[in-house]
């Protein structure tokens, strides 16, 4: 019987073994290696070697590894917050605030927060107090890596409740107010097996509501915010 080329006879034993090779699972999950290949001992001398690159390239593949971003974290929050009212923000200026908050992180892509602020001002014998309470979405890519510190990048958006008082300490009298609406997320968190640090800039939009003598009014009391982030796993 005439026998065939042996480069026919190479790519035949190759069909073959793709086949009637069941697949094995690799030490990542993933299904890359066919046991035929690498095992393959045929008798074409020469044409053994299209076998092998074939082989030890698939053997060395591995995944790229990812970290869980499943866990819960308590957050400690320290910034600055600007009105983007022009009256309110040229007489206090930026004001200082210092926040607690819980953040859940559901899955590899979303997170959930509740964060909860104290906002002080003083300037010309007026005393400012907002207590904002946000609740909030993030949504961000799996991290990836195995490295100690993980870079997380993230958008968001939730809804605010605000508490806001102003005192006249020349006059001993306090306005007060309530205040509902939304706000947007930016942000980046280095995430390490023991904490994580972020930084983070807010916009805000919250029309507040105000009772005084004259009747009731209310305008927006949101602004800008930018803080910095100290998460601790619980």
């Known amino acids: 019987m005439r026998r065939l080329p042996g ?8 069909l073959s073994i793709t086949f009637f090779c069941s697949a094995a699972n690799a030490q990542n999950g993933d299904r890359l290696l066919h046991p035929g290949l690498l095992g393959y001992c045929g008798g074409i001398e020469n044409e053994v070697i299209l076998a092998i690159p074939a082989a030890s390239g698939q053997a060395f593949v591995e995944a790229q590894p990812y970290y869980s971003a499943a866990r819960s974290e308590l957050n400690f929050r320290l910034g600055n917050f600007h009105f983007k009212r022009d009256g309110l923000d ?3 200026g930026g004001v200082p605030f210092v926040g607690i908050g819980l953040t859940n992180n559901n899955s590899d892509n979303f997170s959930g927060r509740f964060a909860m602020d104290f906002v002080f001002g003083d300037e010309q014998g007026l005393s400012l107090f907002i207590l904002p309470m946000k609740f909030s979405v993030l949504f961000h890519p799996p991290l990836a890596g195995d490295s100690s510190v993980r870079f997380k990048p993230y958008l968001g958006t939730g809804f605010d409740l605000n508490f806001i008082s102003e005192t006249d300490d020349w006059e001993g009298q306090d306005l007060d107010g309530w205040g509902a609406g939304i706000h947007f997320l930016v942000g980046v968190e280095a995430v390490m097996d023991e904490y994580s640090l972020g ?12 009772d005084t003598w004259q009747g009731s009014v209310s305008f927006d009391t949101g602004g800008l915010s930018i803080l910095f982030n100290l998460g601790i796993p619980l």
Not at 202 to 210: D, K, P, R
């Open 7 to 14: 480069s026919l006879r190479a790519i035949a034993a190759l």
């Open 199 to 210: 930084l983070e800039f807010g916009y805000s939009a919250v029309e507040t509501h105000f």
């Open 90 to 92: 040229d007489f206090y």
